[in-house]
């Protein structure tokens, strides 16, 4: 009987291994030896900013003044803000900005994000459709660095990149770390064969290829994008198209956001089983080991901590049964300094990494309850 803790406790191991150490240094190295670049040269293109706006009065002026100020010619650019369901000021900025060509989508009942996306893509009459989250600002060139892509037929999507406004915070010292990690796995998937997924904050699409998604998708641009490599399609990651985004404020408002979005990753593990099959090849491989795997990474670390101490007997399951039991201790008194205002930069990441993959469960039990809301709750 002994070997049955011993199988579940290597297989776990193995595959955490593999999902935050084994896979990225794969990938990485594949990417090296064997990259498949992509077409991309100087293009200019009509193009359509699409900007869901829900209650964003603290944003929304500067992210019109943001998106205005893009180097990127104005007969070329469309501006979209669909504003639904705003009961603050979002609505009255939004419309003070007509004159420079902004239009507004308001009605009353607020859908969701996907729902807004849907409603404003049969008003775009630009060749690309850019979707942008009202507080994740543009650089100057963002337009310039993402549509170059384009010019190879294959690409149907590219992702910008995301990176965090640096801040004393734990929450923002993890997420920004999260997105540097996150970016370079974006980029060797992206160079080795097709990314996987899109950052919500800021990717383009061709116009022709967008197809409307049920409305209560959790992770909209995730879904999206891997539809369409399911279709043939390669969708790239553009690390030179760079938006800027602040923080959650709070650790509790980074839960909520994580929480859903690992919500959202279970949600899409259903909506693309079909993407599990072998016959998807390197892609099929690169999507389970860099998401799915991810998703379920609680699962494993929970089952080797148990499965080590049915196997204490043994000086070896000793060891590791302590070794974990010693991280998850380091990880509770990174956060009770935290709380006391002590910084220690490696309890933190250790803190942060069991945080986030403590958030994966509370979006498991979100989606197995299916508590979890379409709409957004902004983070405070």
């Given at each position: 009987m002994r070997?049955?803790?011993?199988?579940i406790f290597?297989?776990?191991?193995f595959?955490i291994f593999?999902t935050?150490?084994?896979y990225?240094i794969?990938?990485?190295?594949?990417a090296?030896?064997?990259?498949r670049p992509?077409?991309?040269e100087?293009?200019?293109l009509?193009v359509t900013?699409?900007v869901?706006?829900y209650?964003e009065?603290?944003?929304i002026?500067a992210?019109?003044?943001n998106?205005?100020?893009?180097e990127?010619?104005?007969?070329?650019?469309?501006?979209i803000?669909v504003a639904?369901?705003?009961t603050?000021?979002?609505v009255e900025?939004?419309?003070?900005y007509?004159?420079?060509?902004?239009?507004?989508?308001?009605?009353?009942?607020?859908?969701g994000?996907?729902?807004a996306?849907?409603?404003?893509?049969?008003?775009?009459h630009?060749?690309?459709?850019?979707?942008?989250?009202?507080?994740?600002m543009?650089?100057?060139?963002?337009l310039?660095?993402?549509?170059?892509?384009?010019?190879d037929p294959?690409?149907?999507?590219?992702?910008?990149e995301k990176r965090?406004?640096?801040a004393?915070?734990v929450q923002?010292?993890?997420?920004?770390?999260?997105w540097?990690?996150?970016?370079f796995?974006?980029?060797?998937?992206?160079?080795v064969?097709?990314?996987?997924?899109?950052?919500?904050e800021?990717?383009?699409?061709?116009?022709?290829?967008?197809?409307?998604?049920?409305t209560?998708?959790?992770?909209?641009?995730?879904v999206?994008?891997?539809?369409?490599?399911?279709?043939?399609?390669?969708v790239?990651?553009?690390?030179?198209?760079?938006?800027?985004?602040?923080?959650?404020?709070?650790?509790?408002?980074?839960?909520?956001r994580r929480?859903?979005?690992a919500?959202?990753?279970?949600q899409?593990?259903?909506?693309l089983r079909g993407l599990?099959s072998p016959?998807?090849g390197l892609t099929a491989?690169?999507?389970?080991?860099?998401?799915?795997?991810?998703?379920?990474a609680?699962?494993f670390?929970?089952?080797?901590?148990?499965?080590?101490?049915?196997?204490?007997?043994?000086p070896?399951?000793?060891?590791l049964?302590?070794g974990?039991?010693?991280?998850?201790?380091?990880?509770?008194?990174g956060?009770?300094?935290?709380l006391l205002?002590?910084?220690?930069?490696?309890l933190?990441?250790?803190?942060?990494?069991?945080?986030?993959?403590?958030t994966m469960?509370?979006?498991?039990?979100?989606?197995?309850?299916?508590?979890?809301?379409?709409?957004?709750t902004?983070?405070?």
């Open positions: 070997w049955i803790p011993i199988g290597a297989l776990s191991a595959l593999w935050y150490v084994g990225p794969f990938i990485a190295l594949l090296r030896w064997r990259p992509h077409r991309r100087p293009l200019e009509p900013l699409i869901p706006a209650n009065e603290a944003v002026a992210k019109l003044e998106l205005l100020a893009l990127y010619p104005a007969a070329l650019r469309e501006i803000v639904d369901g705003s603050d000021r979002t900025i939004v419309a003070g007509a004159g420079k060509g902004v239009q507004l989508l308001y009605q009353p009942e607020r859908q994000k996907i729902a996306m849907n409603r404003a893509v049969p008003q775009a630009g060749d690309i459709l850019i979707f942008s989250d009202a507080n994740a543009m650089e100057p060139d963002a310039q660095q993402i549509l170059p892509n384009f010019a294959q690409v149907a999507c590219v992702s910008g965090i406004r640096p004393a915070e923002a010292e993890g997420e920004s770390a999260y540097r990690y996150e970016a796995m974006k980029r060797a998937d992206s160079l064969n097709t990314a996987i997924g899109a950052v919500g800021f990717f383009a699409i061709r116009r022709e290829l967008y197809r409307p998604l049920e209560d998708n959790l992770i909209e641009d995730f999206l994008a891997m539809r369409l490599v399911m279709d043939g399609w390669r790239v990651y553009e690390p030179a198209a760079v938006t800027w985004e602040e923080a959650s404020p709070s650790l509790g408002g980074e839960w909520r929480a859903r979005m919500a959202g990753g279970f899409a593990i259903g909506r599990l016959r998807y491989f690169q999507y389970v080991s860099h998401k799915v795997l991810r998703w379920l609680p699962f670390m929970l089952a080797a901590l148990i499965s080590s101490a049915f196997l204490t007997a043994e070896l399951f000793r060891l049964f302590w974990q039991v010693l991280f998850y201790v380091l990880a509770a008194l956060w009770a300094l935290e205002g002590w910084k220690c930069k490696p933190r990441l250790i803190f942060y990494f069991c945080f986030a993959n403590a469960l509370g979006g498991f039990v979100r989606y197995v309850t299916r508590s979890q809301s379409v709409l957004w902004k983070a405070r």
